[in-house]
């Protein structure tokens, strides 16, 4: 796989090269903090940037997102009948993204392209986006991307990953797409071994600067569904949740969605926007009924899907968590997923 | 390869079927590459006509038409699933499939009026264009019901797929695959019974049982049972060996025939029913339908109750 | 801060043993530093869960809403405020609630003192003598409480409980001569369309998440106006008129019932001073009316009675 | 602009207004036809919600129209309506709603003079704005 080392003082023109053919999406700071956003100049690129606020995931599923269009006037004849809205899938590159959230998207797709249906939008926007991950040298307290499946290196959902050296960046392809990519790049130089030998340093100082938390993700998966469900501990987990939706809307794996009906004269369209399990709305019958009408049970639901009915549904060790801590943050009760995760582990009453 | 409209061409088990492998994801892959057909599209549909089916007038069957035939033949369905039906500028509902597979040339959907785009569609008129998306979800286990006595237990409106279930089975291209069939039918008084005619046919028919009912009439030209649909089950007693249930109705009748019905010994993997959820997407996307791991729009709504026990009860 | 912790212990051990109450309602410590979580606590012998200090922001009477059960409840000036609130609109009776009064001197605000650490990680911090400590890996410093605190306990007036079964700490000093409402009057000294500018810029990062109305001791409703769908008042997309439909009417349900705890802004985790709305609206009923939310419990509040000489110069 | 006619939505009360506007009708006052009028029980029936919805579907202004203070078939609605009025007014056109686009008034079903005037009062000042733009719900503003 290709590698090489980009100077920082030619990392603009490395950035302007990958501009040529894509749409460049970069951390750039909206006033009071990090967002991806589409770059008109590779000096817009906040290379300091830990992490944004809110994952990239709305780059692929968009917060909203107009489906189809349909005219609603009576002289129409195609009215009432929906059409695709037009969309740009043209060849995009998603710089610096984290490697947790990276792996995020991976976990997702699970949801979005299966055997039997593909979302298109998804779909589109995965095949015409190439990752280039910017891999962690300094982790955050609130991150364990080491204790759920991936870490601050972890090149597995990048098409190439680049890694600050100090005075440049070492970029390695991780699949084709990331190939292509670098055969772009002209402002490359060979790495050295010096260099290699560094990026190995770093990869092992920032895997060791986060506290492995043992959460026994394995514990969980050997539980029964149905007891765990039925844990006492959920009582005073949900105590404090309000219900807003800021863990599932910052969550890079949280992928529900609505879909919603808007009509302005005579014209019409079908969008889609995020949802939250959160809400009571998210499973009321419109008979009045409500299988999750109990805060209780939409909080468990949450972390129950993260953390057992993923792994169980996919049959996988991963769970749909990423150890990104933007939930843990921004929590405005500070329920701490970390902590919830080690009593479904547990399966103590008392908190920790 | 002609497929024959109605035959099981697709291999997505019912959720709890002694057969299903892999846990209901199906094999069948839709088109690959990066040309993705659009589940969320509904395929345009012209409505034919509209039956009020109740005396109260909330139920109302709307018999939709293709405005193409290409979408026709696309929509390949089983009795059990169901379909999101689209109003634009209202929004999508899952409505169960009452017509049969076997019924060529339209779609059966019964509805009860309930929330924003059941009220609008109930003041639809026919001749309007709505849309149909679907075939949804898995359906009654057909290859696992033949050569078997099938007990149909519905109440109120929860009987439009049982009743597409019905007539599948009286088809005469199909009679021959089952055994006996019986149907127990109740409502809470005569003029809330759906499909009345039908009812009333298959009454007089001798391959099929009848025991329609209602919880109680003030009508002395009555000429069915009176008494709740578990009483009536348990009155009737049909016989569980190399017998099957299907079970849909209310919650309360749900709740007090499954106690009469293992007392006829069915078990509970031999009784089956179709669950209800709020859905958006109808295939398994959205996020909210979920039992547990099972999404009811696209892993069910067909479960078994030995199945459902192993859930969290949270439907 | 230890005090407050040990008196709110003991009372809770106190209130639990002698089956005064069900439940003692207040915070844990935070799994990170400037966070603590609200927590119930049901047995004496785990009152020493319970802990105090300048990161309670969260408003529990948030809690109290529709509960059946006999609770006691650990409250700022704010929250108390709140809770004469719900027992105005009925949503828990004042012999219900058990109030453990925690005299406030403002509680912290965590977003600007993350910012002043410019991405640096705090790991450990004390809060001494007006003085925030905070250490991390490679970094060590000290801010002046006075100068960290969320605005609207900046600008409080009514920092002691107004309403208590007990106090958990000594009664502190009111501010005076605050000018709650500086911001307000230089929104309003703008013209229209630089205030709809000003607006439009404010909920501009909103991601619809709900947060400040959920945060709010204010937003019981059974079902929000946002979740109605016949009809439906407010798209949910991402919309600017939506986005604006909302913080509007969700500032107008607080009208007259605002006691500006901050929990709304507090929640928001893109930061959005949802309080400019809501402080336009507590200016108003105060110079309108006459009136302060929570303070009196023999006032009916402002929207719900009237005086006959109310002004009233904007009616034809 | 001079083609442009504004759309104001009068949400008046039943027991006064509607029928000053009757009388205003019957008595051939003429008035201008900018005017949707939506009975209402009592101006204390009026929800801000309503207000906000109006200029959501599009309405260039809305005028809120009750009985006189003292004067409410309901004793006290009007009353409720004037604090809750007030409030709202103040808080629309803090968020930057231009002044001219929300009325009020009392009008007692014997005043279809004052109807009459207060209905060209309306629109004079609602044409003055021109079109509305803010809090109308277009097209959705997403990709």
């Known amino acids: ?231 006492e501990f959920w009582e005073d987990v949900h105590f404090s949740c309000i219900n807003c939706g800021t863990c599932t809307f910052l969550c890079p794996t949280c992928w529900c969605f609505d879909i919603q009906d808007e009509v302005y004269e005579g014209k019409g369209m079908r969008l889609r926007n995020w949802d939250s399990c959160m809400y009571p709305l998210f499973t009321l019958h419109a008979s009045g009924h409500n299988p999750r009408d109990q805060k209780l049970q939409r909080v468990r639901q949450r972390f129950m899907h993260k953390f057992k009915y993923y792994l169980d549904k996919y049959e996988t060790a991963t769970p749909a968590c990423v150890g990104c801590g933007r939930c843990v943050q921004h929590c405005p009760v500070n329920i701490d997923i970390r902590e919830v995760v080690r009593r479904m582990a547990a399966s103590c009453v008392c908190p920790a | 390869m002609e497929i024959p409209r ?58 939709l038409v293709f405005l193409d035939a290409e979408d026709e033949a696309k929509f390949r369905y089983h009795a059990g699933q169901f379909a999101e039906l689209s109003i634009a500028g209202q929004g999508e509902i899952p409505i169960g499939i009452a017509s049969s597979p076997t019924e060529e040339g339209y779609l059966l959907f019964t509805v009860n009026k309930a929330g924003k785009v059941t009220n609008y569609l109930h003041n639809m008129k026919e001749g309007d264009i709505m849309g149909v998306r679907g075939p949804l979800g898995n359906w009654y286990p057909w290859e696992t019901l033949e050569g078997r006595n099938v007990v149909i237990i519905g109440g109120g409106f929860a009987f439009t797929t049982l009743r597409s279930s019905i007539v599948y089975m009286l088809d005469p291209a199909n009679r021959a695959r089952f055994n006996d069939i019986t149907v127990v039918y109740g409502a809470r008084s005569p003029g809330l019974l759906l499909y009345k005619n039908e009812l009333i046919q298959w009454e007089k028919r001798d391959d099929i049982t009848m025991h329609i009912t209602v919880d109680g009439t003030n009508d002395p030209d009555w000429k069915y049972n009176v008494g709740f649909v578990p009483a009536i089950v348990k009155e009737k007693a049909p016989d569980s060996d190399n017998a099957y249930a299907l079970v849909c109705g209310p919650p309360v009748m749900i709740k007090f025939t499954l106690p009469t019905l293992a007392e006829l010994g069915f078990p509970p993997e031999r009784i089956i029913t179709s669950l209800e959820m709020r859905m958006k997407c109808g295939i398994g996307m959205c996020g909210r339908c979920n039992i547990g791991t099972e999404l009811v729009c696209k892993d069910g709504p067909v479960f078994t109750f030995d199945y459902l026990s192993t859930l969290p009860g949270e439907y | ?284 009923v105060l110079e309108l009316y006459g009136y302060e939310a929570g303070l009196d419990m023999n006032e009916r509040p402002p929207l719900d009675t009237y005086r006959t000489g109310d002004p009233e110069d904007f009616i034809k | 602009m001079s083609e442009w006619e504004p759309k104001i939505v009068a949400f008046l009360c039943n027991w006064c207004s509607y029928g000053a506007a009757d009388l205003a009708g019957v008595s051939r006052f003429q008035y201008p036809a900018n005017i949707r009028v939506i009975r209402v029980p009592c101006s204390g029936r009026v929800n801000p919600k309503f207000i906000l919805a109006a200029f959501r579907h599009g309405a260039d202004g809305v005028w809120v129209s009750g009985c006189h203070p003292g004067d409410c078939h309901y004793i006290e609605g009007n009353y409720y309506a004037r604090r809750k009025f007030a409030l709202l007014k103040n808080l629309l056109e803090h968020v930057g709603i231009e002044p001219g686009r929300l009325h009020f008034s009392w009008i007692s079903s014997a005043e279809a003079t004052k109807f009459a005037e207060t209905a060209r009062q309306v629109v004079e000042a609602v044409q003055a704005q021109g079109p509305s733009q803010y809090f109308v719900k277009k097209e959705a503003e997403v990709a």
């Open chain 1, 1 to 231: 796989m290709t590698e090489m080392y980009i100077p920082k003082n030619k990392i603009d023109d490395a950035v302007q090269e990958m501009m040529a053919q894509h749409k460049v999406f970069a951390p750039v700071l909206q006033g009071r903090f990090h967002d991806f956003a589409p770059l008109s100049s590779p000096e817009e690129v906040d290379w300091e940037c830990r992490n944004t606020r809110l994952s990239p995931k709305g780059l692929f599923h968009r917060h909203s997102e107009r489906m189809f269009d349909y005219s609603l006037s009576k002289d129409d004849p195609e009215a009432g009948i929906l059409k695709e809205s037009p969309k740009d899938f043209s060849p995009r590159v998603v710089l610096n993204i984290r490697p947790c959230d990276a792996r995020a998207l991976q976990l997702v797709d699970v949801n979005f392209d299966t055997p039997e249906y593909r979302d298109p939008w998804w779909v589109k926007r995965r095949e015409a986006t190439t990752l280039v991950g910017l891999a962690c040298n300094d982790p955050c307290s609130t991150c364990f991307c080491g204790s759920v499946g991936t870490g601050p290196f972890d090149a597995a959902g990048v098409d190439v990953l680049l890694v600050d050296a100090g005075e440049g960046y070492v970029a390695r392809a991780c699949t084709d797409k990331g190939e292509g990519l670098l055969a772009e790049i002209a402002s490359g130089e060979p790495v050295t071994a010096e260099i290699r030998e560094k990026v190995e340093a770093l990869k092992k100082q920032a895997e060791t600067s986060m506290a492995d938390l043992h959460l026994n993700l394995d514990l969980i998966a050997e539980k029964d569904m149905k007891e765990l469900f039925n844990e």
């Open chain 2, 6 to 63: 109605g035959a099981d061409t697709r291999v997505r088990p019912y959720r709890g079927d002694a057969n299903s492998k892999g846990g209901g994801r199906s094999l069948q892959a839709r088109n690959g590459g990066i040309e993705v057909e659009n589940p969320y599209l509904p395929y345009p549909v012209r409505i034919e006509s509209i039956v009020t089916e109740t005396e109260d007038r909330n139920l109302k069957t709307f018999k």
């Open chain 3, 1 to 284: 801060m230890r005090e407050y912790t040990e008196k709110i212990r003991e009372a809770a051990r106190r209130l639990l043993s002698e089956k005064k109450v069900d439940a003692v309602i207040g915070f844990r410590k935070g799994t990170l530093p400037f966070m603590n979580e609200p927590c119930i606590v049901k047995h004496a012998d785990q009152a020493d869960r319970l802990y105090w200090d300048g990161n309670c922001g969260v408003n529990l009477a948030n809690y109290l809403a529709k509960r059946a059960d006999r609770v006691a409840v650990v409250a700022k000036g704010c929250d108390s405020r709140n809770i004469m609130v719900h027992v105005l609109e009925n949503q828990i009776s004042r012999d219900q609630v058990y109030i453990l009064g925690a005299p406030c001197r403002g509680m912290l605000d965590r977003r600007r003192i993350l910012a002043e650490l410019g991405g640096k990680d705090p790991l450990r911090v004390e809060e001494q003598n007006g003085k925030i400590h905070i250490e991390g890996r490679d970094f060590g410093l000290t801010l002046n409480r006075e100068e960290y605190l969320q605005e609207n306990c900046a600008l409080c007036t009514h920092r002691n409980p107004v309403e208590y079964d007990e106090l958990v700490g000594e009664l502190v000093e009111e501010q005076k001569d605050v000018d709650r409402y500086a911001d307000v009057r230089e929104v309003e000294a703008l013209s229209a369309d630089e205030r709809k500018a000003y607006f439009q810029e404010l909920i501009a990062p909103c991601i619809r998440c709900y947060a400040c109305r959920n945060a709010c001791p204010l937003c019981y409703c059974p079902t929000c106006f946002v979740d109605e769908s016949r009809p439906q008042w407010v798209g949910k997309s991402l919309d600017p008129v939506d986005t604006m439909t909302f913080h509007f009417l969700r500032a107008y349900h607080c009208a007259g019932r605002c006691t500006d705890c901050g929990a709304c802004e507090r929640a928001c985790p893109v930061g959005i001073k949802v309080r400019q709305f809501t402080k336009k609206l507590e200016k108003d």
